[in-house]
C-alpha cells in the first residue's frame, strides 16, 4: 500500500512544491503581513485593522478601484460586443473567413506592453495628424486627460480581446445545429428572429466563458496601464494593480500595499464567482 | 437576397479587418521615416523609406542577446509546465480519492488569486532565498503555470480508459513507463494546447521580470523593451522600429502555427 501511493506523490512532488513556495506561502505570508507594520525587511509589531481602515479613506486608492470598475464595465461591453459580431461575419463561410480570422485574432499574441506602446503612438501622434486634416479638437492632445485616457485604454483592451472573444463564440456558434435554423427559416422566421431565437441562446454559454475572462483580464489589468498611460496624468488612469505596484515598489510601504492586495484578491474573487453564479443560472432557465 | 446579404457582410467585415490592421500599418509606415518626417506628418506614406532606424534600434535592443534570453526562458519554462502538470493531472486523474480532489480543488482555486495579491512576500520570500534569478523565475512559471496546465490535462486524461495502464503494467511496465510510454503520446493534441498558452503568455510576460531579472544583459524582450521605449519616448522613429522588431518574430511564428495556435487557445478557452 505505502508502495503504491509512492509514485503518486513523485508525480505530484514538483507542481505541489512550486505552487506552495510560489503562491500557498506567499499569500499566507500576505494575508499576515497586512495586519503588521512590515517594511519588506522586518515586521515588528501587530496593527491590527489599521492599514484596512486607512484604504479606505485613502482618496487615490478609491479613485484607482472606482476607474478599474468603470472601465471593465465599459471594456466587458465593448470586447463581447465586437467579439459575437466579429464571430459572425466569420462564420458566415466567406471567401474573407479565414484571413479575417487571422487578422481578428492577431493582437492577442503580442504582449500588453508592447500593444501598449503602439497605441500610445497611434493616440498621441496619429491622432492629433487627423485632428490637424479634420480641424477637428477632440483628435489632439489624446492620453493628456482622464476622459481621453480611459477610452483609450478601452479602445486598446477591445482591439487587442475582441478577437479572443471571437474565438470562444465561433466555437459555440459552429455547434449550432443548421437543421434548427434551415427549419425556422422554412417556418418564416427573418434572420433577426432566427438570431433573436436559436442562436442568442444557444451561444449563452459561451458568453458566461467570454464575460468571466473579460471581466478578471479588466480588473487585473497593468502592462497596457503601465504602457499606455503610465497612470497619467496625475494617477488619475491608474488601475489597482499598478496602485498597488507603486505603493510597494515606488513608495516601499509594503505592509499598506499588501492590504491593499488582499481586498484586491477579494473584489476579483467576489466578481468572478458572482458573474459565474448568475449566468450559470440564467442558462439553466434559457 | 442571400447572396447581397453575405455581400454586405463581407464588406464589412473587410472595414473592421482594415480597422484592426490599422496599428500595425502606421507602426510600420512611420518605422521607416526620419524623426522631422514623423513630426511632421504621421498619416503620409514615407518620403524615402530609411532602414538606419532598423539598424540603430536593432543595436541599441541588443536584439539577438535579447531574443535568446526570451526563448531560453520560455522554452525552459513552457518544457518544464508540460511535463510536471502532464505527471500531476496523471497522478490526480488516476487515483480518485479525497486527497486528489482536495489537490486539484486546490490547483484550480489558485486560479483566482491574482498575481498582485502574491507579488510582494513572493518577491520578498525569493530574494531571502537569493533565488532572484533565472533559475526563480523559471521555478515561479511552474507555480503560476500550473494550475491551468493540469486543469487542461485532467479533463483529458478522465476520458482515456484506465484499463490501457492495466494492460501496460500487466506487461511488466512501471507507473512512469505507463505514463512516458503509453499515455503522454496520447495527450499530444492538449500537450500542443498547453504549450501555445504557456508560451504565449511567458514570452510576452512583463512584470514578472521586471521584479525579479532586471540585470541588463539577461532581459527578455518585454523588459528590455520598456527600458528602451522609456529612453526614446521622444524619438518616435527609433522606438516604432524597436516595436516592429519585438513583434517580428511572433507574426512569423504565427504565420506558420496559424491553425494549431487559434485551435489551442480555442480549446482552452471553451473547457
Redesign the interface.
Known amino acids: 500500500m505505502r508502495k503504491q501511493?509512492l509514485?503518486?506523490w513523485l508525480?505530484?512532488f514538483?507542481?505541489?512544491i512550486?505552487?506552495t513556495?510560489?503562491?500557498?506561502?506567499?499569500?499566507i505570508?500576505?494575508l499576515y503581513?497586512s495586519f503588521t507594520n512590515w517594511n519588506?525587511i522586518q515586521s515588528t509589531e501587530f496593527v491590527g485593522f489599521k492599514h484596512y481602515i486607512k484604504l479606505f479613506q485613502d482618496g487615490e486608492f478609491l479613485h484607482s478601484i472606482w476607474f478599474t470598475t468603470k472601465f471593465a464595465i465599459a471594456s466587458v461591453f465593448f470586447i463581447n460586443f465586437f467579439g459575437l459580431?466579429?464571430a459572425l461575419?466569420?462564420t458566415?463561410k466567406?471567401?474573407?473567413s479565414k484571413?479575417?480570422?487571422?487578422?481578428?485574432?492577431?493582437?492577442?499574441?503580442?504582449?500588453?506592453?508592447?500593444l501598449g506602446?503602439?497605441?500610445q503612438?497611434?493616440f498621441i501622434?496619429?491622432f492629433?495628424?487627423?485632428g490637424d486634416?479634420l480641424h477637428v479638437e477632440g483628435f489632439r492632445g489624446w492620453l493628456s486627460t482622464t476622459e481621453t485616457g480611459f477610452w483609450g485604454l478601452v479602445i486598446l483592451m477591445s482591439?487587442q480581446m475582441a478577437?479572443?472573444i471571437m474565438?470562444?463564440y465561433?466555437?459555440?456558434l459552429e455547434n449550432i445545429p443548421q437543421e434548427l435554423l434551415e427549419a425556422a427559416e422554412i417556418d418564416g422566421a427573418n434572420?433577426f428572429q432566427r438570431f433573436r431565437h436559436i442562436t442568442f441562446p444557444l451561444v449563452a454559454p459561451?458568453f458566461t466563458?467570454?464575460m468571466f475572462?473579460t471581466l478578471?483580464n479588466s480588473?487585473?489589468l497593468?502592462?497596457q496601464n503601465?504602457?499606455l498611460t503610465g497612470g497619467g496624468p496625475y494617477d488619475s488612469t491608474q488601475m489597482?494593480?499598478m496602485n498597488?505596484?507603486k505603493t510597494?515598489f515606488s513608495e516601499n510601504q509594503?505592509a499598506y500595499?499588501?492590504s491593499k492586495?488582499?481586498i484586491?484578491?477579494l473584489i476579483?474573487?467576489v466578481i468572478?464567482?458572482t458573474q459565474v453564479y448568475f449566468n450559470k443560472k440564467r442558462e439553466v432557465e434559457m | 437576397m442571400g447572396k447581397v446579404r453575405k455581400y454586405v457582410i463581407e464588406i464589412i467585415g473587410i472595414i473592421l479587418a482594415l480597422i484592426w490592421l490599422a496599428p500595425f500599418y502606421l507602426m510600420v509606415v512611420n518605422s521607416f521615416k526620419t524623426k522631422r518626417e514623423i513630426f511632421v506628418d504621421t498619416l503620409r506614406l514615407p518620403e524615402k523609406f530609411t532602414f538606419k532606424n532598423y539598424t540603430e534600434a536593432f543595436e541599441r535592443l541588443d536584439f539577438i542577446q535579447t531574443f535568446f534570453n526570451s526563448l531560453l526562458i520560455t522554452v525552459i519554462s513552457v518544457g518544464i509546465i508540460i511535463v510536471f502538470s502532464s505527471m500531476a493531472a496523471y497522478a490526480l486523474s488516476r487515483r480518485k480519492r479525497k486527497i486528489s480532489s482536495l489537490i486539484f480543488f486546490i490547483f484550480v482555486g489558485a486560479m483566482l488569486i491574482p498575481f498582485q495579491s502574491v507579488m510582494i512576500p513572493l518577491v520578498y520570500i525569493f530574494g531571502k532565498m537569493n533565488m532572484l534569478n533565472r533559475i526563480g523565475l523559471i521555478f515561479m512559471y511552474l507555480g503560476f503555470g500550473s494550475s491551468l496546465s493540469i486543469f487542461l490535462y485532467h479533463g483529458t486524461l478522465n476520458g482515456i480508459p484506465k484499463a490501457l495502464d492495466e494492460a501496460a503494467t500487466i506487461d511488466g511496465a512501471n507507473r512512469f513507463q505507463v505514463f512516458w510510454y503509453v499515455i503522454f503520446p496520447m495527450l499530444k493534441p492538449i500537450t500542443v494546447t498547453v504549450a501555445i498558452l504557456n508560451t504565449i503568455w511567458i514570452w510576452n510576460d512583463y512584470l514578472l521580470p521586471s521584479l525579479v531579472i532586471n540585470k541588463e544583459g539577461i532581459q527578455t524582450i518585454p523588459l528590455k523593451m520598456f527600458f528602451f521605449f522609456g529612453e526614446y519616448t521622444k524619438q518616435w522613429h527609433l522606438a516604432l522600429a524597436g516595436l516592429t522588431i519585438a513583434i517580428i518574430p511572433v507574426i512569423i511564428s504565427y504565420f506558420f502555427a496559424q491553425k494549431q495556435i487559434i485551435k489551442g487557445i480555442s480549446e482552452g478557452a471553451v473547457k
Request: aromatic share 20%; no cysteine; charged share 5%.
Open positions: 501511493s509514485w503518486y508525480f505530484l514538483p507542481v505541489l512550486a505552487l513556495v510560489v503562491v500557498i506561502i506567499p499569500f505570508f500576505g503581513y519588506g459580431i466579429l461575419i466569420v458566415q466567406l471567401k474573407t484571413i479575417m480570422r487571422t487578422i481578428f485574432f492577431m493582437p492577442n499574441l503580442i504582449g500588453g506592453l508592447i506602446f503602439i497605441w503612438f497611434i501622434k496619429v492629433a495628424g487627423i486634416l482591439w478577437g479572443y474565438v470562444i465561433i466555437a459555440y434572420s459561451a466563458v467570454s475572462l478578471s480588473f487585473k497593468y502592462d503601465l504602457s489597482v494593480a498597488i505596484f510597494a509594503m500595499a499588501q492586495a488582499v484586491f484578491f476579483v474573487t468572478s464567482l
